[in-house]
């Protein structure tokens, strides 16, 4: 029976297995250096303990119309300006809405949220027929995170900022974006 066994064979394979092991090994120890590593560069980036307010990134001045204006007027602004949203002000200059081009295509096209399709709507209409009134505003002073955080879980696609009713300036959600960009050590959530 000993003549038929292949003795170097089964040492081969005993050496190969533990090889293996042993590679596995070093492979987990490359991976836990380069995690370590990258948790020790994340903590090398200085974190901003300063709060990035409204004022430092709101656009300003702001394309505006009174409420009285017609749906045209609006059109035109947003081609014109390249713009998403117009905030809508009563004859004393407070905010007194707000209309976006979105909101405007649909109503003129007629179609519902639901899908269905309405009368088309006439283009010299007043654009306080459909502009939001319920409007979400921002102080200068208000802090960009929950700024964010309110374009997030409201669904909102801007906000503008007021100081004593007053219209200062106005936020995009892309103005956000950019100033993630700018500030990549800001923390966001803190």
């Known amino acids: 029976a000993k003549l038929l066994r292949k003795p170097g064979t089964a040492s081969v394979l005993k ?5 293996s092991v042993v590679g596995k090994k070093k492979e987990r120890y490359r991976q ?6 990258s948790y020790t560069e994340v903590e090398r980036i200085s974190r901003s ?13 702001v394309y505006t119309l009174f409420s009285n204006a017609k749906i045209t007027d609006a ?22 809405g707000i209309i976006s081009d979105r909101n405007l295509y649909q109503y003129c096209s007629g179609i519902t949220y639901d899908g269905n399709q ?15 009134t319920r409007v979400l505003t921002a102080t200068p002073d208000s802090d960009v995170r929950d700024i964010a955080r309110i374009f997030v879980e409201q669904n909102i696609g801007s906000m503008p900022i007021t100081e004593n009713r007053q219209l200062k300036g106005i936020i995009a959600r892309s103005d956000v974006l950019g100033a993630v960009m700018l500030h990549y050590s800001l923390e966001l959530w803190g």
Do not use: C, G, W
Not at 15 to 19: F, I, P, S
Not at 49 to 61: G, S
Not at 75 to 96: G, V
């Open 118 to 132: 309405n009368a088309v709507h006439r283009t010299d209409e007043d654009i306080s027929s459909f502009m939001v």
């Open 75 to 96: 059109l035109q602004l947003f081609e014109k300006y390249n713009i998403r949203h117009i905030p809508i002000l009563s004859q004393d200059n407070s905010l007194a």
């Open 32 to 37: 836990k250096k380069y995690t370590d590593q």
């Open 15 to 19: 050496t190969e297995a533990v090889r």
């Open 49 to 61: 303990p300063t709060v990035l307010k409204a004022q430092q990134i709101m656009t300003t001045p």
